[in-house]
């Protein structure tokens, strides 16, 4: 098993700027992949920022490519995503994933964190 825990959501003007972080516990050593979701208010969960923690690879949502960014700390077992030039939009409740070898890069999560509202004030 895997546990996660989200955090650095909050209020934000837009234009403005967020850090999210991720800390994984438990199996992480069988991790493959770590990601970002969220989901708005009446709308279904998407797909947001994927990282894997060996040969860093990584994908971006279309709508957010270019204003966020995902990184990892391995010996700390946290994912990173820095969110910029946020919009309206943007607001929702961010989930944190973890996928275990095997899953389908970059969309098949097994593990998921409880959440952390973002709100983008315009």
Not at 5 to 32: P, Y
Not at 62 to 71: E, M, P, Q
Not at 90 to 110: H, K, L, N
Request: net charge positive; charged share 15%; aromatic share 14%.
């Amino acid at each position: 098993q895997v546990q996660l825990v989200e955090s650095g959501g909050g209020l934000v003007q837009a234009g403005g700027s967020l850090r999210l972080s991720c800390v994984a516990s438990g199996r992480t050593f069988s991790s493959h992949a770590m990601g970002w979701f969220r989901q708005a208010p009446g709308k279904e969960r998407e797909f947001v920022a994927a990282i894997t923690w060996t040969n860093l690879y990584i994908h971006y949502a279309g709508s957010v490519k270019g204003r966020f960014t995902i990184a990892k700390d391995t010996a700390k077992n946290t994912v990173f995503l820095q969110m910029s030039s946020l919009k309206a939009e943007d607001t929702a409740v961010y989930y944190c994933a973890a996928s275990e070898p095997g899953s389908r890069w970059p969309y098949e999560y097994d593990y998921w964190g409880q959440g952390t509202q973002v709100t983008v004030s315009s």
